[in-house]
């Protein structure tokens, strides 16, 4: 089992770019989430998905949109990257609650 | 706002001696509190959780101690090591829909040897 996986591990974006991270899980977990971490801040929720074809916001969701692909992936997308978004990026699953949240390695994302 | 405040935010403690970090929450609907433990360049991953229906849970040389008239939690790391050297995140949650954690600020614990 990879558990949960995170592609690219480091990207550099310039301000106004689009992307799209990608996270997926084989463990075959109802719920998944996108969290970024800040110093600081510890991890803030920016979306969840509940289940497959739902997904909600979390604290702070603005400036991202997210899709729950299937039961294995959910995506976020930065559609006009600010360098108030320069974070790394964790994507997360889980079962139920109050079930372990497994955490990807992570996305380093730097916008210029 | 932050419903969750952790401190300190760092620790440095000698190798053998106790690790004590500390949580507040505010919302009296959280049942569920784990504390994550997060190495450079990794993601978080569960240490150790703890219900409100009991007041201490002990694993090893991680405790948790667990007030809730008082809404706090605290980790005790015992003996601590070297290799206990992290960023240590407390968290609360609800039996919602989403699961959803609440975490708190973080607290970089280095333990010296």
């Known amino acids: 089992n990879a558990g949960v996986t995170q592609t690219p591990k480091f990207q550099v974006l310039k301000t106004g770019q689009s992307m799209t991270l990608q996270c997926a899980q084989d463990m075959n977990h109802n719920s998944m989430y996108w969290y970024r971490q800040d110093p600081g801040m510890g991890l803030r929720l920016i979306y969840y998905?509940?289940?497959?074809?739902?997904?909600d916001k979390g604290e702070v969701p603005n400036g991202y949109n997210v899709s729950r692909l299937n039961k294995r992936e959910f995506s976020l997308r930065l559609e006009s990257a600010a360098p108030s978004q320069t974070s790394v990026y964790f994507c997360?699953?889980?079962?139920?609650?109050?079930?372990?949240?497994?955490f990807g390695p992570g996305t380093r994302l730097l916008v210029l | 706002q932050q419903q969750v405040k952790q401190s300190p935010q760092s620790l440095i403690v000698q190798k053998g001696g106790i690790s004590i970090i500390n949580c507040a929450y505010e919302n009296t609907a959280f049942d569920y509190f784990p504390w994550y433990q997060q190495f450079p360049g990794k993601g978080p991953a569960l240490l150790i959780a703890?219900?409100?229906?009991?007041s201490e849970k002990k694993e090893g040389r991680f405790t948790i101690s667990f007030n809730k008239s008082a809404k706090q939690f605290s980790l005790h790391i015992m003996d601590s090591q070297p290799g206990d050297s992290a960023t240590y995140f407390c968290?609360?949650?609800?039996?919602?829909?989403?699961?959803?954690?609440?975490f708190g600020g973080g607290t970089r614990l280095m333990v010296k040897p």
């Open positions: 968290a609360a949650s609800m039996n919602n829909a989403g699961n959803m954690l609440t």
């Open positions: 998905s509940a289940s497959e074809g739902t997904t």
């Open positions: 997360a699953s889980s079962r139920s609650h109050p079930e372990t949240q497994y």
């Open positions: 703890i219900r409100p229906d009991v």
